[in-house]
């Protein structure tokens, strides 16, 4: 595990605990056994959906992407503001946020 993946046990310790796992080459950032960040080369993406998009845009946050067979795949995780490594509550925010974008798409599965 890499020593940014273990600091965001820091980062989020003001919204709760978050468990982080290996996954395809990254980590998976879990709270409540539900996945509301990923890790891909030492940057953090939260997830989104319609209702938290307009805050990622709003900042200019761009899409988690990678390449299969050719083709660029964008994922529904968008890098995490710079803020929320440096003030607590920030990051409690946005992560209460991306876990919330979590829960609205595990129910519309």
């Known amino acids: 595990m890499s020593e940014f993946v273990d600091y965001l046990h820091e980062v989020f ?3 709760g605990p978050i468990r982080t796992r290996p ?3 990254g980590h ?3 709270h409540a056994d539900l996945m509301f960040g990923l890790v891909a080369d030492d940057a953090l993406y939260l997830k989104v959906d319609a ?3 307009a805050a990622f ?3 200019d946050l761009p899409a988690f992407e990678f390449t299969q067979r050719g083709r660029q795949i ?3 995780y968008r890098l995490a503001p710079e803020v929320i490594f440096d003030d607590p509550a920030t990051a409690a925010d946005w992560a209460r946020g991306a876990y ?3 829960l609205r798409s595990r129910g519309s599965s």
């Open 13 to 15: 310790e003001a919204f």
């Open 57 to 59: 845009d709003a900042l």
């Open 74 to 76: 964008k994922m529904s």
């Open 28 to 30: 998976g950032v879990y």
């Open 100 to 102: 919330e974008a979590a």
């Open 51 to 53: 209702m938290s998009q």
């Open 23 to 25: 996954m395809f080459g």
